[in-house]
């Protein structure tokens, strides 16, 4: 019997869905092993029974929170697909001001009280609202690692997701390390399983698939020292997509 | 005709981002016709508040997965603007590139994998496995790899990049990397001639409607405008002070929906594919020249089912651009440059490209440390929400004979073929504060 | 024809048309090194202008060529996963520019790879490698291979260049390199004023390092560690590890590895991947079970400097260490650097037993390639023996006996998933029939208990260090068994209450405690054991909940032991088994001391986390020694002392 597998999308930008349409021919594997009963990015056709539910985007509307919960209710096993479901992503930046703030900054004095549409609250995980089974980390996530979940799922078997930093991954790429070339890299705390993709095409790592364990304070300072950088560079680098973590620095 | 219609779409399928159709109508007469768009807002404006500059483009790139390059080029553009950096002329055509790839990968994603079901009368492209039509489906998928290859390649990944940075690129593709895509360009001009014979064969499913309207792009004298170009109407011609592009493009917010509209001469106006096309269809490299031809796609055209062909036409463009591009470079031969040295300075800069969907505006002002305090973005499907919402105005009158399935249909392929992009358009609005 | 020690002399032009020579050659992969931004890495050359012969430190070092990032050790197909192929590496490669250090690392790593359990792989690569060498030109600011003697070499390479005034001195170290040299360059002979030139630049190049490690040699370093274990410093600097295990992805010298099953999204084939693993990476000793055996940092940390300066000096005779400085490089809180911290902790002196962390053992003899390639096997009964444990009856399709000691273990393989350690359970019967029991614990053993009689498995093994019972003859025997421990004792049980050996031993005792009555395994085999003539057996449970039919003693397996009467008892003679849940050797130990039974005649069984199952992957270490192979059977008076056996 193949498991019935849903997609759906919140406050997002569907990079992660566009991710499954980017796995090309071994879409057709894909559909193979499992059986797609709803994906409204590329299919019409819809269906409330599905084993396994795929959650892109954050939650941010109470009218969003109602439809996750349902969603929780109907699956067997639920996974947060991409930073934004995972650790609310580049859509917590915004938690530093409050949503009325925000509001009324962007959309002035109209009256939208009553409108649910935009009835938002600070950004939220999607672990924040329902309990998650497994995660698809990163903005966007590799393709290899939605394969792995995906095949593993589908194995009945435990994904196999890195507990280690991405400097493992970055050191077996032989990559110049990012401090060396005074840039402040996220790589020695954030969660490897992209195979260190932004530090090997020259950029530093944002910290997008979460961060793994805060780091000891001497330690930083000894860091920032040594390769010359100022507290600033890496609050701001550390704020990209961790918000919350960082926020007691 | 005094029947009752009610069709409430929720979350239309096949189309990027949240959107809803709503159509009222008792006893033959309408009473709503609404194209609400419910997408959460994120405020990306909001988020750029206080960054620095070198942040603005990893920010904005997720505003959409599908045009993230088309952001990031955007961002990029604005916030050189504002420190007055030039790019090398090697950077500018590897930018170019760039965007050629993600024009086609947005491009045969919409056409083959959200527009065609339709016109193969399926739910979606699964269905078209095992089928007769498996053949073209395959093709299809070669096509979107080959497109991914490519942006993968020269920015390091093709949903959100990286090596694209304010000044240049992180890291220059090597020689052979370029000679290899070449190589895989020259080999899916004959499928992608092959997946338009097809579409022309069921091309006449596209309904023949149309309606005149404001048509917006990027124009150049020397070539299909992309990365640059001035801002046109078809209305009112070349507009070469693009820092106040607010004259042209002038959003107003609706109840019914969380992204803004746009209008210019008219009460709407139209962006994308088909508005290029009305623009700049002279300047169309001969083979995509060729495909226009075959589809009797000829400028002016009111008809907005013709975007998705519009779509197919660039396609062909981009693969012949590209390949010109590639053997500029090499002639010129690559070098392994650093992106331009940064300077900072307080100032303001506006970036328009040309998206998949449209015709993209970024707008920062940054302050003497380098930081963002005022951002604007102009989203090509927040233009194109009025005219959508215009069109199905003129169109219901003409087809509420049909059934009401039918008129569903009818309603949803309109709305794609526009190829809507709606987790752009709400990002959100322009920020003042101090 | 050039000979070994021969010293030739080529002009950089001649060096240059040789380098380009062989690059034309197709049959061989060249590769040199050249640079990358500001650093230098190894990689394939086109031509002899990328070489860069001048360099100080490459950021990998050459391992990555014999023991790469990842390796495809064999593919398979889930429908028939047992016939397996084996991907071995046959390209022949020629490496330009490996310094002196690097040379010796790899001949460290042959000592490692290439004993009695020989890798295949490495052993290919390395036999199809040509390494052409070249002395230090400019030196590394974090190294210090001079003073820990690496710096210049006399063996290990195929051919070796020196750059004096302007030209090369090639000196010839084996027949593969003088025929290279022969058929594509043209060289002269050298002078005596060139070989006296070659010592003058090496000796010049020897007083260019900015760095000085102190501590010299193998038996200082070794007893300086031995002497501070518990020195206060390891915690100090560990407090600033990040836990990202640079140093062992950049050091030449290290070589542990994990091993995955990868498969592919349509689940028709797949890959089994080695890839390089890390000490310092809190997984690297965590078991389905969920149990850390080297939790904190700290631990992790100091296990690293001991690895290279005390464990593997016992064991091999050499400093697992080079003085490259790569690890210096890439620690971002620069603590990691040997140099530094054997200075560093000097000051506090000290000497100690530089083996006390090591247990010499006469190592198995085993086949060759059977170290990653699985045999096959098929289920011929499966029977559920409680809620979460299984019991297998296997056959080896090549019907070869598994020849096995009681105590040792297998590998199981369930392609697609992955590998797990399993006692044996059976006493060696000379068929290639034998038991396992599995306890559902994580993803193989979850596939391993669905699966059905007539389904196929793969075997290694058997592997490790089981019982001596030829040594226990002519003495009484007390087997403790707790909870999962009685599985691999039941090959002992089994083999003691053959007819056919039981004359041999004396007194049996046989005492097994779980933690409920539904929880005992073997249960209908245990009335046969005490049905057998000079055989006490003993039951215990810790508790009886209610419902639950039990008539035996209650308590921990401790209680029991009061029971046995001391001065009946021969304690002198008495060989002591122990097989339990780690919390349990402490407890029952003692027990055994108060009975009189000496340390020497304790016999002990541990678990670690096993991979490769003969020494190599490093996940099963304690101290210096490794479970899978100079255990799991351990002499308890020798395990004691080592800090990480009890924990």
């Keep these: 019997m193949k498991p019935k597998v849903a997609f759906f999308d919140f406050a997002s930008c569907e990079g992660c869905q566009l991710q499954i349409a980017n796995l090309e021919e071994e879409i057709l594997d894909l559909i193979k092993i499992v059986d797609v009963v709803s994906f409204r990015e590329v299919m019409k056709e819809h269906s409330d029974e599905y084993d396994i539910s795929f959650i892109e985007g954050s939650i941010m509307r109470p009218m969003d929170e109602e439809r996750l919960k349902k969603i929780r209710n109907r699956s067997k096993t639920l996974v947060a697909f991409g930073a934004c479901a995972c650790i609310g992503g580049v859509n917590k930046i915004r938690n530093q001001w409050s949503s009325e703030e925000v509001k009324k900054e962007v959309y002035g004095n109209s009256n939208l009280e009553d409108n649910k549409y935009f009835d938002v609250y600070q950004t939220k995980a999607v672990n924040e609202i329902v309990p998650v089974d497994y995660y698809i980390r990163g903005c966007p996530p590799s393709r290899e690692e939605i394969k792995k979940v995906i095949t593993a799922l589908a194995l009945g078997k435990k994904p196999d997701i890195p507990n280690y930093p991405v400097c493992v991954e970055c050191k077996k790429n032989e990559n110049i390390c990012l401090f060396e070339l005074g840039k402040f890299c996220l790589g020695p705390i954030t969660r490897a399983g992209c195979n260190a993709i932004c530090p090997t095409n020259g950029e530093p790592c944002d910290g997008c698939r979460g961060i793994l364990k805060k780091p000891q304070v001497q330690c930083v300072m000894d860091v920032l020292k040594r390769y010359d950088l100022t507290y600033e560079e890496m609050k701001r680098r550390a704020l990209l997509y961790n918000y919350n973590e960082e926020d007691e620095k | 005709m005094s029947k009752d219609v009610n069709i409430n779409v929720h979350h239309i399928t096949r189309v990027e981002g949240h959107g809803n159709i709503v159509l009222d109508v008792k006893k033959g007469e309408i009473k709503k016709i609404q194209w609400q768009v419910p997408e959460a807002p994120r405020f990306f404006e909001a988020m750029l508040r206080g960054r620095h500059y070198d942040e603005l483009r990893t920010i904005t790139s997720r505003i959409c997965g599908i045009c993230s390059i088309g952001h990031s080029l955007a961002s990029l553009k604005a916030t050189e603007d504002a420190l007055d950096i030039k790019i090398t002329e090697q950077s500018r055509i590897l930018r170019q590139i760039a965007l050629n790839a993600e024009n086609m990968q947005s491009h045969i994603l919409h056409v083959g994998y959200l527009a065609a079901p339709d016109l193969f009368g399926v739910g979606s492209v699964f269905p078209l496995v095992g089928s007769k039509n498996q053949d073209t489906l395959i093709k299809i998928v070669k096509l979107h790899r080959i497109s991914n290859y490519m942006s993968d390649m020269l920015c390091g990944r093709t949903t959100h990049p990286i090596r694209l940075v304010v000044g240049g690129f992180s890291m220059i593709p090597t020689e052979k990397q370029l000679l290899k895509l070449k190589q895989e360009l020259n080999n899916i001009i004959q499928p992608t001639k092959e997946v338009a014979q097809k579409i022309l064969d069921v091309s006449d499913k596209l309904p023949n409607f149309t309606r005149e309207t404001e048509y917006i792009a990027l124009k150049s004298e020397k070539e299909y405008p992309f990365y640059e170009g001035e801002i046109a109407s078809t209305d009112t011609g070349v507009f070469p002070d693009y820092k106040n592009y607010k004259k042209i493009m002038q959003e107003y917010i609706v109840p019914q929906s969380t992204a803004k509209y746009a209008k210019h001469n008219r009460d709407s106006y139209m962006a994308g594919a088909l508005a290029r096309f009305n623009l700049n269809s002279d300047k169309l490299h001969p083979l995509a020249k060729d495909v226009a031809e075959m589809f009797k796609l000829k400028a002016v055209c009111y008809n907005p089912f013709m975007n998705n062909i519009a779509q197919l036409v660039e396609f062909v463009h981009n693969i012949e651009d590209s390949i010109i591009c590639i053997d500029t470079l090499l002639e010129k031969e690559i070098k392994d440059e650093k992106p331009t040295k940064v300077k900072i300075k307080k100032g303001r800069g506006v970036g328009i490209v040309e998206v998949p969907r449209g015709i993209l505006v970024h707008d920062y002002t940054l302050d003497g440390n380098g930081n963002c305090t005022k951002a604007n973005c102009i989203i090509p499907t927040n233009q194109n929400h009025g005219n959508i919402q215009k069109d199905m105005e003129k169109f219901v009158p003409e087809i509420i004979h049909k059934k009401e399935k039918e008129i569903e249909l009818n309603l949803e392929m309109l709305v794609r073929a526009y190829d809507p992009c709606i987790s752009c358009s709400t990002h959100y609005l322009d920020v003042k504060f101090i | 024809m050039s000979k070994s020690n021969d010293v030739k002399i080529i002009t950089k032009k001649e060096l240059d048309n040789f380098v380009n020579s062989l690059i034309k050659e197709k049959k061989f992969d060249v590769v040199g090194v050249k640079s990358k931004g500001e650093r230098f ?582 101290n210096g020694v490794y479970c899978c192979k100079e255990g799991p059977v351990f002499n308890y008076e020798k395990i004691k002392e080592l800090p990480e056996a009890f924990e």
């Design chain 3, 41 to 622: 890495v190894y990689g394939n050359i086109e031509s002899s202008d990328q070489l860069r012969l001048d360099y100080d430190v490459t950021i990998l070092p050459p391992k990555k060529y014999f023991l790469p990032q990842y390796e495809k050790l064999i593919s398979f197909d889930l429908k028939n996963p047992l016939k397996s192929k084996n991907n071995l590496d046959t390209s022949e490669r020629i490496i330009i520019g490996m310094h002196p250090y690097d040379i010796i690392a790899l001949e460290q790593a042959d000592i490692v790879y290439l004993d009695s359990q020989q890798d295949d792989f490495y052993k290919k690569r390395r036999e199809n490698t040509i390494i052409i060498g070249v002395d230090i030109q400019n030196v590394s600011d974090r190294s210090f291979a001079e003073s820990m003697g690496t710096n210049v070499t006399k063996s290990g390479f195929d051919l070796l260049l020196t750059k004096i005034a302007g030209r090369y001195a090639v000196t010839i170290g084996s027949k593969k390199g003088s025929n290279l040299l022969d058929k594509y360059a043209e060289t002269k002979k050298a002078e005596k004023a060139d070989i006296e030139k070659i010592k003058q630049e090496r000796d010049k190049i020897a007083k260019s390092y900015k760095k000085e490690v102190k501590i010299k040699g193998i038996d200082d370093w070794s007893k300086l560690l031995s002497a501070n274990y518990n020195n206060a410093i390891w915690e100090e600097k560990s407090d600033k590890c990040l836990e990202c295990s640079s140093c062992t992805m950049v050091c030449p010298t290290c070589y542990c590895y994990d091993v995955k099953d990868n498969v592919s999204l349509n689940l028709e084939n797949g890959e089994r991947i080695r890839t390089w693993d890390g000490c310092l990476l809190r997984d690297f000793t965590e078991v389905s079970g969920g149990e850390v055996f080297r939790e904190s940092i700290r631990d992790r940390y100091r296990h690293r400097f001991y690895r290279k300066g005390n464990y593997l000096p016992s064991r091999y005779g050499f400093i697992a260490c080079v003085g490259c400085g790569r690890c210096g490089t890439a620690c971002l809180p620069d603590i990691a650097d040997p140099c530094d911290l054997i200075n560093d902790l000097s000051v506090f002196g000290g000497k100690d037993d530089p083996n006390k962390f090591f247990i010499k053992k006469k190592s198995k003899s085993q086949e060759e390639g059977i170290i990653h390639v699985p045999r096959s096997a098929t289920i011929k009964q499966v029977e559920k023996e409680t809620e979460n444990e299984t019991f297998f009856k296997l056959k080896l399709d090549d019907g070869k006996p598994l020849n096995h000691e009681p105590g040792q273990f297998v590998e199981v393989s369930v392609f697609g998933v992955g590998e797990a350690p399993f006692g044996i359970s059976s006493a060696p019967d000379n068929t290639p029939i034998f038991d396992i029991v599995v306890r559902k614990v994580g993803d193989v053993t979850s596939k391993l208990v669905k699966m059905k009689k007539g389904d196929k498995i793969g075997i290694r093994g058997p592997l490790g260090h089981g019982f001596d019972m030829k040594s226990f003859e002519g003495k009484h025997l007390l087997l403790a068994s707790g909870g999962t421990g009685v599985i691999p004792m039941r090959s002992v049980i089994q083999y003691l209450t053959n007819p056919k050996n039981r004359k041999k031993y004396k007194d049996v005792t046989i005492l097994y405690g779980c933690k409920e009555p539904s929880q005992m395994l073997f249960s209908h085999e245990l009335e046969d054991w005490k049905k057998c003539p000079d055989v006490e057996c003993t039951l215990t449970v810790d508790q009886c909940p209610e419902g639950e039919c039990w008539d035996g003693n209650v308590g921990l397996i401790t209680t029991l032991f009061p029971k046995i009467k001391l001065d009946e008892y021969d304690s002198e003679n008495t060989i002591a088994i122990v097989i339990g849940p780690p919390v349990m050797y402490k407890f029952v130990i003692k027990c055994l001391q108060t009975l009189g039974i000496p340390d020497k005649n304790i016999w002990v069984s541990l678990e670690r986390r096993m991979k490769c199952g003969v020494g190599k992957c490093g996940h099963c270490q304690i």
